[in-house]
């Protein structure tokens, strides 16, 4: 019988539907590693050892029957991680363009969802005598933040040292029909347990309930909202994808964010909302007219139940300020949304609304899903991540990681999304982008890199 830790939440099992031909639901990081590369088979090897201590790489996803229950995690049968680990070489020069097209074109693909949902390439060919690692997992698998943690799990904090690994998890069997035949109803009673008891909480703790059907309504509202004007950064996706990346020094942008007394996140956004600004004057749009929100995922106070890896659940929805000229004056309009925010409790708030999805019935959360999907268009006009990665350099196969680069998708009508990350001493900031909307977005690239540096300066 499954497990109730082996079902997915009702936002990780979103995030199967919505993928296309022209989309692609997971993240993904890029490594930077001096050299020499360890040959094929000895990073296959590596890769596998580690592998084996993180159980969630072995599973994969299994759909109820007739859709009547959300999906769960089971063992995958013949599980070889060697399988999802692959090599590839740059061709001469192998320069970092190179590596930023390589990487968009491994990144395009979707995964298999009849396997374990993630793959690992090794590449080779580098200038200067280095190599790159790009990994991908589904969103359902990981968000930014705790695929950052499984990148670093394969990671170790000094040349020739392993990192700790847990036992290898014994493979369960697969449940059987008869067994999620019997599963379902006893899920479903047990949904409709936990909503009753919900409810009669709410007769016992009236003001308490009312505080969060008002902090449910509250985050509905952040979530679904009447439509935004027409952009350039909205509309369908293509199959294609540009990313790149700059860098910043952390420590310079840490004093900014004290100077200013706002957070490096507010940094951050800041510089995208000059990027923007740059980017959209550049194409003609005329920025009176623009209204660009962006959505940022907020972490809990714990994303993980035992042994499940579970997805953010919170997010705050933050207007840039792409009318304004003048960097810091940006950076102090940006201070005072995000503090709004805080204020106002909107993390708090979207948290309530995801937890209550966690109550629906799977039919009734899938037709909501889709009723979503269809008039999502112009809800937000960007993703901006912020993630943390290690403090001090990391190593792989000995081989020491100069640079660690995130990624993360565009999805339903959203074309452009932005991650930054610390390593090291270093922020590096990737932008993705859809191709053929926007083939221009090595300019926002770029823009984002000078934005971090004019505001660093101040």
């Given at each position: ?380 006009n960007v993703a901006a991540t912020n993630l943390r990665g290690p403090d001090q350099a990391q190593y792989l196969s000995n081989c020491r990681v100069l640079a660690v680069i995130p990624w993360v998708p565009v999805a339903l009508d959203v074309r ?43």
């Amino acid at each position: 019988m499954p497990r109730s830790r082996d079902r997915l939440s009702a936002l990780d099992s979103l995030f199967l539907r919505p993928e296309t031909g022209a989309q692609s639901l997971h993240v993904g990081t890029v490594l930077i590693l001096e050299g020499p590369a360890p040959s094929p088979e000895q990073f296959r090897h590596h890769l596998a050892e580690r592998v084996a201590s993180l159980p969630i790489l072995g599973r994969r996803v299994l759909q109820m029957p007739f859709g009547l229950g959300r999906p769960i995690w089971v063992d995958a049968e013949g599980f070889d991680a060697s399988d999802h680990v692959h090599h590839s070489r740059l061709d001469e020069p192998g320069s970092d363009d190179q590596l930023r097209a390589a990487a968009a074109r491994l990144m395009a693909p979707r995964l298999d969802p009849c396997r374990p949902l993630w793959e690992v390439w090794q590449v080779d060919g580098l200038v200067g005598g280095r190599w790159a690692v790009v990994a991908k997992a589904h969103h359902t698998m990981v968000d930014g933040r705790s695929g950052v943690g499984l990148v670093q799990a394969l990671l170790a904090d000094g040349p020739g040292r392993v990192p700790a690994a847990a036992p290898a998890a014994q493979p369960r069997p697969k449940p059987s029909t008869v067994q999620l035949a019997v599963d379902l109803p006893i899920w479903a009673a047990g949904l409709a347990l936990r909503t009753l008891r919900l409810a009669v909480r709410s007769l016992l703790a009236p003001r308490v309930a009312l505080q969060r059907v008002r902090a449910v309504r509250f985050g509905l509202a952040q979530v679904i909202r009447p439509d935004l004007p027409p952009s350039v950064l909205n509309g369908p996706l293509g199959t294609e994808r540009l990313w790149g990346w700059a860098t910043a020094d952390l420590a310079a942008v840490q004093r900014r964010a004290r100077t200013a007394g706002c957070t490096v996140n507010d940094v951050f956004l800041a510089a995208l909302a000059g990027a923007f600004r740059r980017f959209l004057l550049d194409r003609g749009e005329d920025l009176r007219t623009v209204v660009l929100r962006t959505i940022v995922p907020v972490a809990g106070p714990d994303q993980r139940r035992a042994g499940a890896v579970r997805n953010l659940t919170s997010a705050m929805f933050v207007e840039l300020p792409v009318q304004l000229t003048d960097p810091a004056a940006r950076l102090a309009a940006v201070r005072a949304r995000t503090a709004e925010q805080k204020a106002r409790g909107v993390a708090e708030a979207t948290a309530a609304f995801v937890a209550m999805a966690d109550h629906l019935p799977a039919p009734l959360l899938a037709r909501a899903g889709r009723a979503y999907g269809r008039a999502r268009q112009g809800r937000v006009n960007v993703a901006a991540t912020n993630l943390r990665g290690p403090d001090q350099a990391q190593y792989l196969s000995n081989c020491r990681v100069l640079a660690v680069i995130p990624w993360v998708p565009v999805a339903l009508d959203v074309r452009a999304t932005a991650a930054m990350i610390s390593y090291a001493g270093a922020l590096t900031v990737a932008v993705t982008a859809d191709a053929g909307a926007l083939p221009d977005a090595d300019r926002l690239v770029s823009a984002v890199g000078e934005e971090l540096a004019l505001l660093s300066d101040r």
